[in-house]
C-alpha cells in the first residue's frame, strides 16, 4: 500500500487526504459519491450542483427571472502575495463565478471567516478591506457574514468562504458546456500570472521582474462580450489553469477543443520564470481572466470588444471547438500536437 | 540564451524541414527504432507534440533515462529508514513521492519525520549549518547532478551533513540494455547534459560493443530533430560511431573540472538499477577518502526484509526499453500521479508521468 | 536528471554567479564549470550549479547544424 492508495470499497478505513482537495480524478470521485449523489437533481430550467458548474442557477416560480448563486472556500498560502491578498482573491473568485455563469451585475457577497489565534488584526484588517475594494469595482457589497477564531494550529491562517449571489433572466445563463463544433475558444487575457507568481514567492525564488497575481473581478468583460457577440459558454480558469478550463468546456460540451499554443497570450516575466521552474503557464491557476466560447461568425467582433475594455487589453482568439476527439483537448504547439490534459493535483517545480 | 535564441531553437519553419528530411531518410532505412536515455528528452518530445510529426517508420523509445525510476527499492527503503529514525532527510522534490517496499519519504513525513526539498546540494548542506541534527542528503541523479554533489563533498561540509548516495552512471546501462537479446533498436541518442559533464569517450565503448550509432543530443526541439537526422543517417550508413550533434554543450573531452571532482569522491561499483537488474560499474558510491561523509557507514541503516514491490507494477520493463507506460495495465488506473505505484509515474523523468501529463500518443 | 537551463551571468562573486534566466534571477555555483567567466558570458545550469560556459559562436554554429541537416549537399556527411 502507498500513501493515497484507497479502496474505495473500504468505506470505514476511507480517510479524507490533501489529493482529494486537489482538484482530481480523486476530488471529483468523492464529490460524485459524497456530495452529487445526495444533493445533485437539477431545479427545472436550472443549473443544479450535479453540473459541478460555476455556480447554480434557480429559476424563480413565476415571473421571468432567476437566481445565480455560488459559493468557494480560499485557503490562500501566503495570504498577502505579489497582486493582492486571500480577500482580494475571495471577493474576486466568487464575482467571477457568478460572471461565468452569466450573472454580471452581483447583487451580494457574503463572507465567513475562520481565523487563527495569534493572527494580527491588521492582517484581518488589510484583507477585508481589499475584499471591499474588489466588491465596489463590481458594483456590490458584502450583505451579510461570519467570524469564527479557532485556536493557533487548529486552523491555518485564514480560512475564508464567500458566497455570491446574482440574479439574470430566466434562461439566459450561460453554462461551461454551452459551445459547439465550430465555437471559437478566447482568452481575456495572459495565462498563468497567479499561479507563477505564487509558486514563486513560496519557493523563495527571486526574479528580477517581480512577478504579481493577475486577480480582479472580469464581470464586466463577461457583459461586454455578451453584448458584442453571442457567448455560448463561460468558465473561470483558476485551480489548473486555462488547461483545465477547456477541459471542463470539452467534457461539458460533448466537444474536442483544438489549442493553437502560440495564440496563448503569456506575459515575458511568467513565461521566463515558469521556464525556470519547469511549470506549464498553461496548467497553473489565473484569477483575472474568463475563457469564452463565441459563435465563430462574432469571435472577431468580441475579441475587438473585449480589448477596448480595461483588463481584457490582451484577449485573444486561442482555439476552437470541433466533432472530433470529444472531450479531449488537442494543444499544437507549433512543431506538432499532443493532448492538453487537465494537471495533476500537485504542481512543484522541477529541479533546474 | 536570449529569449529570441530560444526561439531559433525552436523555430517552426526549420523543424518541418528537419521533419521532412526525417521523411526521406526513413524511405530509404524502413522502418527503424531508436532509443533515448533521458527524462529530460522524453519530456521535451512529448511537450512539443514531436511524435505526432515524425514519420512512422520511425520509432524513438525511452530506455532507462530517469534515475529516480531506476533508484531500486531498497534504496528508497533506506532512506526512510534514516527519516524514521529521527534524521533530517533532504532530497530533490521527485523522490519524496517515490514508494519504496512499504512507503514513501512523504508517507514518513505525514508520520512526522523530517524530510525536506531542496534544489540543489548546496542547499543540502546550508540546511546542516543551519539544523542541529543530522541531515542525510539522499542523492539522486546520474552523472550531471553527481558533479554537484562531490562538489559540495570536496569542500569538506559540516560533520553533521551525510551524503546516501543514489548517483548513478549512464554508458554502461545502455550497454547492458543494448546487449539484451530483447531490446531491439538502431542506435541510442545520447543524453547531452551527461555529456557535458563526461565528454563523448564514454559512449565510444558502447559503439565499439554493439556497432550502433550513438548521437549526442540537445533538448530543444530542434536540437532534438538534428539528433534524429545525424542518427537516422548512421544507421542508413552503416556507421557506427559517435557523433556530437550538440557541440554549443558538448566538447569532446567533456567538463575536465567536473570531471575531476566526480572521480575524486565517487567510484563504480556494481548494483541493481530497478527492472535492469544488475548493471556492472553503473552505481556511484563514496570513495573511502570520503567514508567520514557516507551516510550508509555512519549509520545502521535498517531496510524492511522481502520486496513489497507490486508484481504489475512494469516500471523495470518500461525502464529497460521494453515496454511502454500504456502496455502497463495499471497506467492510468491504480497508477496515477496522484497516487502512484511506481516511481516511473511519480519522477519528473519519468516515462509514465510524462505519458500521463501530455495524454500518450498523438 | 538532465534539466539545464542556460542563463546569462550578471555578476561574479567568488566560485558563484548571479545568472539571468529570461527575467529570472538566480545565484548558482561556478566551483566546476570549467571555465573562466565573465560578465556576459552564458552558463549551463543545472541543480544550482553551471556545468558548461555556451560560447556564444556556438549558437550561430548550431543554427547552421540545423540548415545542414535540413538540406544536405551530400551523402556520407556527418555533423
Redesign the interface.
Known sequence: M?????DLDKADDEVITA?HG?G???TRELLDRVVADRFGDPPSGGVGLAAMDDGAVVPDATGGRATVVTTDSHVATPMEFPGGDIGRLAACGTINDLAAMGATDPVALTSAVVIEAGTPVAVVDRVLESMAEACEAAGCTVRSGDTKVMGSGEVDGLVLTTTGVGRIERGSQLTTGGLSPGDRLLVTGPVGDHGIALLAAREGFDFETPLESDVRPVDGLVAAAREAGTVTAATDPTRGGLATAVNEMADAGGVGVRVDERAVPVD?ATA?AAEVL?MDPLAVACEGRMVLAVDAADAAAVRDRLRAEPGGERTAVVGRAVADHPG?V????????????V????Q????? | ???S??L???D?D??G??V??LGSLVEETGPLRVMHV????EEAI????????LPEGLTVAMGP?C?VCVTDLPEVDEAVALAEAGHTVAT???MV?V?GSE??L??AS?AGADVR?V?????AVELAEELDREVVFFA???E??A??TA?VLREGPPSNFSVLSAHKYVPPAMDVVAAHPDTRIDGFLA????A??TGVDPLEEVVDRHGLPV?VGG?E???I??GL??LV??VR?G?A?V???Y???VSEAG????QA?LWEVFERVPGEWRGIAEVPDATLRLREAYAEYDARRRFDVETPDGDGRATDCICGEIMAGRAGPEDCPLFGE?C??????GACMVS??GPCRIT?????R? | ????V?G?VLELDGQEARVDF?GAEKWV?T????DDLAVGD?V?N????A??K??EE??E???E???Q????VD?????
Request: charged fraction near 25%; glycine fraction near 12%; proline fraction near 8%.
Open positions: 502507498t500513501a493515497g492508495d484507497v489529493a486537489a482530481t480524478d480523486r515575458d521566463g519547469g479531449d488537442v494543444l499544437d504547439t507549433g512543431l506538432g500536437e499532443r493532448y492538453l490534459t494537471p495533476s493535483g500537485e512543484r517545480p522541477r529541479i533546474c | 540564451m536570449t529569449a535564441d530560444t531559433e531553437f525552436r517552426p526549420r523543424a524541414r528537419l521532412d528530411r533521458c527524462g529530460s528528452h512529448a511537450e512539443f507534440g514531436l511524435r505526432s510529426v533515462g534515475p530533490y522534490g521527485d513521492r514508494p512507503k514513501s512523504a508517507d505525514a526539498t534544489y540543489s546540494a548546496g542547499e539522486t541523479g546520474f550531471t547532478t558533479a554537484p562538489t543524453a547531452g547534459h551527461a557535458t559533464i548521437v533538448f526541439p530542434l536540437d530533430l538534428l537526422v545525424r543517417e548512421d550508413d556507421a560511431a557523433t556530437n550533434a557541440p554549443r554543450c567538463n575536465p573540472a567536473a571532482a491504480e496515477t500521479p496522484d497516487s502512484p505505484v519528473d523523468e500521463q501529463e501530455y495524454g500518450g498523438r | 536528471m538532465c534539466l539545464g542556460p546569462e529570461r555555483r566551483d566546476v564549470v570549467g552564458y549551463l543545472h541543480a544550482g550549479f556545468i558548461r555556451i560560447p556556438q549558437v554554429r548550431t543554427v547544424l540545423y540548415e541537416a535540413a538540406a544536405p551523402a556520407g556527411e556527418t555533423g
